[in-house]
């Protein structure tokens, strides 16, 4: 997974809307193409809404557009695929380029976050012609959600796994994101930016990644990204500048705040990865009390409330990554048995596995299926199948969905190790997809289909033969598809990469598997507006 520190994916129609607030409901009219906006949180001083628009009819619809007014004390502070302008409190929403034609029965949502308490649109047209109807919700019992609150944890450490809080509803589909400690660093993304690019309300999950696992036990990877580094107004989630003597500073506690803006929001600590998965070998000697250090840290005082479980990325059991490890096909499913029993029912328990979906690969040399029933989900990798690290190629798209004429090895694409693990007994409703928000590239290229040779890994901004999707969008965009995901030839550089339009493509592979949702890495390779995580969620619906 995470090589060294990269890681170490209307025409004319009459239109109807409908607006909730769960329970509350408005109807603005009748049609064949209707648009709900649904109160997904409201915690008093703010709100996120999700709209969806559904396409009843039995033609594609082209495009929309959606016109409105918000009540006096609401504002659209941020929104999410659509292109929402705005004059005074009159607000036009349209379709993104990228999100396609609506097929006939299909849906796509988009959504925004506002100040003040949700209130119902008001004055709703649609491709200029009014919506008709009511504007005034039916009364209903206020919704019980907690608001935000900047009171400090307690400093007793629980005698017992805390309790979850608001969760996320269980048949629903997760989108889990990572966010790298050392982003903080040449990268300059902090967890502020994951609240101003709208990608925190279409997260479910965060992933911290990593803690460190060595000597057996479960420790601190950064301590000064993760909770000494002392962050400025600018900076900070809520403006609040942190001070010399607070408790708690660095990304976790502007993780704290995430929350609080974010009440649906879970965040998970990773340990592991490319570069920290030898300690495992010697957690799997003593699983109990590996899972005993990881619980006294994930449950520090000062920051128990940041997290709601841990991830366990092992780079991997009884297999080779950067290290090797022989501790068997059984290691793997005893830590994570130790690390449920100590963490308690309540809290998450994930993992990170391979994707080496080929005969005798990675995913056989492990019994990930008997750990299954004491994980929350498992996310395979299926990404870095192809890159730089074969410097002379053959050039191919580092993440397949699907295997095609000319793969360079058998097994190594996403729906091979998903059947793989399915096959196992492993329910898709606890496998997410992967996906990379970020390319792999060589140079010394002159053939611009995939499966041509190379002379070397083509440059990246951090590290050679890779780079975030929101630089390739511009300095290389993609030409053309394989296996469902893109490519493109520039120069002599050759890379692959996902776009919104091949994520579109991945989520409805996910969906028709019944798969629980996807996982990317990472947060900080999208664009500033939350471009892929926003194919993610919509594709997921």
């Known amino acids: 997974m995470k090589r060294s520190l990269r890681r170490a994916l209307w025409a004319g129609a009459v239109v109807a809307v409908t607006v909730a607030a769960v329970p509350m409901t408005t109807a603005f009219g009748a049609g064949t193409v209707t648009t709900t906006f649904t109160k997904a949180q409201d915690w008093g001083t ?3 809404t999700r709209v969806t628009v559904t396409n009843g009819s039995s033609a594609t619809v082209a495009t929309w557009r959606i016109e409105f007014d918000l009540p006096s ?16 409190n009159h607000y036009v929403a349209v379709k993104k380029s990228w999100a396609g034609g609506l097929a006939p029965g299909a849906s796509f949502s988009w959504g925004y976050n506002g100040t003040g308490a949700y209130k119902a649109p008001l004055n709703c047209t649609i491709n200029g012609a009014a919506c008709g109807g009511g504007t005034t919700p039916p009364t209903t019992t206020p919704p019980t959600t907690t608001p935000p609150t900047t009171t400090p944890p307690t400093t007793t450490p629980p005698t017992t796994p805390p309790p979850t809080t608001n969760p996320p509803n269980p048949g629903g589909k997760k989108v889990v994101g990572y966010f790298a400690e050392w982003g903080v660093y040449g990268r300059n993304y902090h967890v502020k930016n994951i609240q101003t690019s709208g990608s925190a309300a279409k997260l479910t999950h965060i992933l911290y990644a990593f803690g460190n696992t060595t000597g057996g036990r479960c420790v601190i990877g950064d301590s000064y990204a993760d909770y000494e580094k002392a ?7 809520d403006g609040v500048a942190d001070t010399w003597d607070q408790p708690l500073r660095g990304s976790f506690n502007q993780l704290r705040k995430l929350k609080q803006l974010n009440p649906h929001l879970k965040v998970i600590w990773s340990f592991g990865g490319w570069t920290w998965s030898g300690g495992f070998t010697q957690a799997a000697q003593n699983p109990a009390a590996f899972a005993e250090s990881c619980y006294n840290l994930v449950e520090d005082p000062r920051w128990a409330d940041v997290f709601d479980g841990i991830d366990v990325d092992w780079e991997y059991p009884n297999a080779c990554g950067l290290t090797c490890d022989s501790s068997g096909p059984n290691a793997f499913k005893n830590v994570i048995s130790a690390l449920r029993s100590r963490f308690g029912s309540s809290a998450l328990v994930t993992a990170a596995i391979t994707a080496d979906g080929s005969n005798g690969g990675k995913i056989d040399a492990t019994d990930y299926a008997g750990a299954i029933g004491n994980l929350n989900w498992l996310m395979p990798m299926t990404y870095d199948y192809f890159g730089a690290f074969a410097a002379q190629g053959p050039t191919a798209p580092h993440s397949p969905l699907a295997s095609y004429t000319g793969i360079p090895q058998q097994g190594f694409n996403s729906d091979a190790a998903i059947q793989k693990l399915k096959s196992k007994g492993i329910p898709a409703s606890k496998l997410l997809l992967g996906i990379g928000f970020y390319g792999r590239g060589w140079t010394g290229v002159t053939q611009a289909a995939p499966g041509g040779s190379a002379t070397g890994a083509a440059p990246g901004t951090y590290e050679a033969g890779i780079e975030d999707y929101k630089v390739l969008k511009n300095t290389c965009p993609a030409t053309g598809t394989v296996a469902g995901t893109a490519y493109a030839k520039c120069g002599s550089n050759w890379w692959s990469y996902d776009t919104p339009s ?3 493509g991945k989520m409805t592979y996910a969906n028709n598997q019944g798969l629980g949702g996807a996982f990317f890495w990472e947060l900080s390779g999208d664009t500033n507006n939350g471009e892929l995580i926003g194919a993610i969620k919509g594709g997921l619906g």
């Open 231 to 237: 962050y400025t107004a600018a900076d900070s989630v």
């Open 46 to 48: 703010g709100h996120e």
């Open 502 to 504: 091949t994520i579109n």
């Open 73 to 88: 004390g609401t504002t659209i502070s941020s929104a999410w695929d659509a292109d929402v302008t705005s004059s005074g």
